[in-house]
């Protein structure tokens, strides 16, 4: 797990509900919480199919030391008995459609009980839920809805300041949905950071939230009118900073969903509003449908990476690679394919880190923003 200095983190001790979706794309909020953690200290994973597993061992084969419990009381009890009681309830799965089955409330109401505050991520609010709100109430919690669409007094419409934002700034699209986006985002800037470089994220989904991004906007609880000037005015704030240090030498952009995914075409506005210089592409190579949808078969990268490359009038210049369902020196063999194929170079950044990536970088870096040292 990674921590932060970022004032006010972490805000409490974290147990996830993650009940029968863990170590699937439905459980990839729990997921990037596991692997990075700034807002919670993250104390357990409440999915019963892999209870008395390390949750790292499931996910990435690496111990992480957050256990997987069966329960919501199991994690209680190992909260307490570790001297570390837990103050936040994490709903972390992440179900097509953003919606919260009738199956998990319960767990909700005895967090609720146990005197936790419940954070969710989901389309369903929690608190517009009367019983909820009530037994809320009743016990001194809160219920925080992160995908609750912010006031239209806050948003954003676009004004091209993004023009003002003279660094690099790096587009990591993917070629589907829960395609591993994110995690690749922020391993990209731990090792431009890691590199000398000054380097943001700018989150664009409830995950990168809850994982404590500086700057950011959750996407699909925003208004469409809303969107690109959102995007726009987090990567000018990422720029700007808070005017303690020079400006980053490079910002990336979490993108979600892709192009041609038929459930979340996401891309277009992060394209559009980002103005990105470079574009990296995350596929899974061994993925042959659209995830969730059946009979919906992935199109081909070259085919992808020209969509990209004609709509934003910038190069995609690395893929890199989400090696589900592949092993050792398949995913070897994985990139070598994909760099015949398209003449890029391919990395498993979750596998080997990032540094290649950032080799391949360093030319479109601009000026400014390296860490003297």
Known sequence: MTTTDQPGFPEGNAIVYCQGAFGTTNGKTAHGL???????????IVDAKHAGKDAGMVLDRREAGVPVVASLADALALANNSDTPATHFVVGLAPDGGRLGPEHHSTVHEAIHAGLNVDCGLHDFLSENPELVSHAAEHGVTLRDVRK???????????????QVDCLKVALLGTDSAVGKRTTAWLLVDALRAAGHRAELVGTGQTAWMQGSRYGLITDSIVSD?????????TWSAWRGDGSQPPPAAIVL??????MNPAYPGGFELLAAGRPDVVVLQHAPARKEYDGFPG?????????????EIISGRPVVAVTVNHEELEGDEIDAACVAITRETGLPAFDVLRDGAAGLV???????KTGGSVAG
């Open 34 to 44: 596991v692997r990075r953690s700034e807002r919670y200290r993250v104390l357990a």
């Open 149 to 163: 669409p912010p006031a239209r007094n806050d948003l954003h419409f676009f004004t091209g300041k993004i023009g």
């Open 226 to 234: 809303f969107v690109s000037g959102e995007i726009e005015h987090a």
């Open 254 to 259: 979490e993108g979600q969903g892709s192009l």
């Open 296 to 308: 919906y078969p992935m199109h081909p990268l070259p085919h992808q990476i020209q969509a990209l």
């Open 359 to 365: 080799e391949v970088l360093t030319p479109h870096l």
